[in-house]
């Protein structure tokens, strides 16, 4: 399994020569497993590239969204094969007690935010309730769950031939954290237990954390002591806060790597390949 | 994959709320176990929270001696959290409790089902008061 990073700025996107080495386009991951069949989490503006590198004979395609945010599901319109008929995409999303995730989606995906309606492109869409608990696709064996977000927030765990993934993009596990209880009562701790890599939320520093309790996201101590509980084998730190230049990244890595005492940790950066 | 045990966020959210009101609470999971309860509970129940660990649906529903106003034993599958439950219906009650410290209480509940995003039967919380209304 590998996965290969498009977009890793979270909110908006940031394109620009201060954020060009870390990237500017907003959360999207490719995930191939072995036998090259694709899954991509998130929709955010990175989604764009990717899709006009993929392979044209490629039939089908999953795509899992975290969450509805613009931020990862505004390349969606602008990904190459829903204008390719024959092409099926499977979108998977949380589920809302109210409007089914087509629904959700069509807000987004039709006029006047958007010139071409969902039903006149030419791709297949099929669109799914991420089930609650494990469930394949393909090679792979996919995990959701839920976690502490604005919103219905999935993250996200896959495996292949005994390697796992871990993507909790958008996470704020520290609203709702007491050291007083087990690790069952961390919020994305299941997903995250002992994955080879871990995909987190990093989008503060500690300064700027504490002035956006409640906005959900994670500053780089938070996510780094987030992985140590849950012993992964290496932390990407992601969902880059828009505003932070790629000098102020190097600061933080190095900020990063004084605090991982032994863990593994580097910060996303568009282009990455990471292999599991 | 890993099978270390998860607590729904529903669960962890409402943990966390529970433990920042002022409001006594317990919440019972879809078994009827009990999970937890809050801080402010304590005094109520006569025990601190933290020296009770999850209490199975035998333990609870009989350690703090439910009984109406009447002082009639009530069974656990009577209970207004347990009804809320099973009945997926709100529940609203007067009864007496003997907390783990010895002292008889009575108590106004308001319990209602904990239903999650999925639609999936999660439990029940229960909000209660010390009173003397009937």
């Given at each position: 399994?590998k996965?290969?990073?498009?977009?890793?700025?979270?909110?908006?996107?940031?394109?620009?020569?201060?954020?060009?080495?870390?990237?500017?386009?907003?959360?999207?991951?490719?995930?191939?497993?072995?036998?090259?069949?694709?899954?991509v989490?998130?929709?955010?503006?990175?989604?764009?590239?990717?899709?006009?590198?993929?392979?044209?004979?490629?039939?089908?395609?999953?795509?899992?969204?975290?969450?509805?945010?613009?931020?990862?599901i505004?390349?969606?319109?602008?990904?190459?094969?829903?204008?390719?008929?024959?092409?099926?995409?499977?979108?998977?999303?949380p589920?809302?007690?109210?409007?089914?995730?087509?629904?959700?989606?069509?807000?987004?995906?039709?006029p006047?935010?958007?010139?071409?309606?969902l039903?006149?492109?030419?791709?297949?869409?099929?669109f799914?309730?991420?089930?609650?608990?494990?469930?394949?696709?393909?090679?792979?064996?996919?995990?959701?769950?839920?976690?502490?977000?604005p919103?219905?927030?999935?993250?996200?765990?896959?495996?292949?031939?005994?390697?796992?993934?871990?993507?909790?993009?958008?996470?704020?596990p520290?609203?709702?954290?007491d050291?007083?209880?087990?690790?069952?009562?961390?919020?994305?701790?299941?997903?995250?237990?002992?994955?080879?890599?871990?995909?987190?939320?990093?989008?503060?520093?500690?300064?700027e954390?504490?002035e956006?309790?409640?906005?959900?996201?994670?500053s780089?101590?938070?996510?780094?002591?987030?992985?140590?509980?849950?012993?992964?084998?290496?932390?990407?730190?992601f969902?880059?806060?828009?505003?932070?230049?790629?000098?102020?990244?190097?600061?933080?890595?190095?900020?990063?790597?004084?605090?991982?005492?032994g863990?593994?940790?580097?910060?996303?950066?568009e282009?990455?390949?990471?292999?599991? | 994959?890993?099978?270390?045990?998860?607590?729904?966020?529903?669960?962890?959210?409402?943990r966390?709320?529970?433990e920042?009101?002022?409001?006594?609470?317990?919440?019972?999971?879809?078994?009827?176990?009990?999970?937890?309860?809050?801080?402010?509970?304590?005094?109520?129940?006569?025990?601190?929270?933290?020296?009770?660990?999850?209490?199975?649906?035998?333990?609870w529903?009989?350690?703090?001696?439910?009984?109406?106003?009447e002082?009639?034993?009530?069974?656990?599958?009577?209970?207004?959290?347990?009804?809320a439950?099973?009945?997926?219906?709100?529940?609203?009650?007067?009864?007496?409790?003997?907390?783990?410290?010895?002292?008889?209480?009575?108590?106004?509940?308001?319990?209602?089902?904990?239903?999650?995003?999925?639609?999936?039967?999660m439990g029940?919380?229960?909000?209660?008061w010390?009173?003397?209304?009937?």
């Amino acid at each position: 399994m590998k996965a290969r990073l498009w977009g890793t700025r979270g909110s908006v996107a940031s394109a620009g020569p201060q954020t060009a080495r870390y990237g500017g386009n907003t959360a999207c991951v490719e995930v191939r497993g072995d036998d090259g069949t694709l899954l991509v989490l998130d929709a955010g503006t990175g989604i764009q590239r990717l899709g006009n590198e993929l392979e044209a004979d490629l039939h089908r395609i999953d795509i899992l969204l975290t969450h509805l945010h613009m931020d990862h599901i505004q390349g969606l319109g602008f990904f190459a094969p829903i204008f390719r008929r024959g092409c099926e995409i499977h979108v998977w999303g949380p589920p809302s007690p109210t409007l089914h995730l087509r629904a959700r989606l069509t807000r987004y995906l039709s006029p006047p935010l958007f010139p071409i309606r969902l039903r006149d492109l030419r791709a297949n869409f099929e669109f799914h309730d991420a089930p609650q608990g494990r469930f394949p696709i393909g090679p792979f064996t996919v995990e959701a769950d839920e976690v502490i977000h604005p919103g219905a927030t999935l993250g996200y765990r896959v495996s292949e031939n005994g390697r796992s993934l871990a993507y909790l993009s958008d996470h704020e596990p520290a609203l709702a954290a007491d050291g007083n209880r087990g690790p069952e009562w961390i919020s994305g701790m299941g997903l995250a237990r002992d994955a080879d890599i871990l995909i987190h939320d990093a989008q503060y520093t500690q300064a700027e954390r504490e002035e956006r309790l409640g906005w959900g996201h994670s500053s780089v101590p938070e996510a780094i002591d987030f992985a140590q509980t849950a012993g992964v084998g290496q932390l990407v730190l992601f969902h880059h806060d828009p505003t932070r230049t790629d000098h102020q990244m190097d600061l933080l890595v190095a900020e990063a790597e004084g605090l991982a005492d032994g863990l593994a940790v580097t910060a996303a950066r568009e282009g990455d390949v990471l292999v599991l | 994959m890993t099978d270390l045990p998860q607590q729904p966020i529903e669960m962890i959210l409402l943990r966390q709320l529970a433990e920042h009101l002022a409001i006594p609470m317990w919440v019972i999971d879809a078994e009827g176990d009990l999970v937890f309860f809050n801080e402010a509970a304590e005094p109520t129940l006569g025990v601190r929270a933290d020296d009770v660990d999850q209490m199975p649906y035998e333990t609870w529903t009989t350690s703090f001696a439910p009984r109406d106003l009447e002082g009639n034993a009530i069974a656990g599958d009577d209970l207004p959290s347990v009804k809320a439950l099973r009945e997926q219906k709100p529940q609203h009650d007067s009864l007496q409790i003997t907390g783990a410290d010895g002292v008889a209480r009575q108590i106004v509940i308001t319990a209602f089902p904990l239903t999650g995003g999925h639609g999936d039967v999660m439990g029940s919380v229960t909000m209660f008061w010390e009173s003397d209304e009937r």
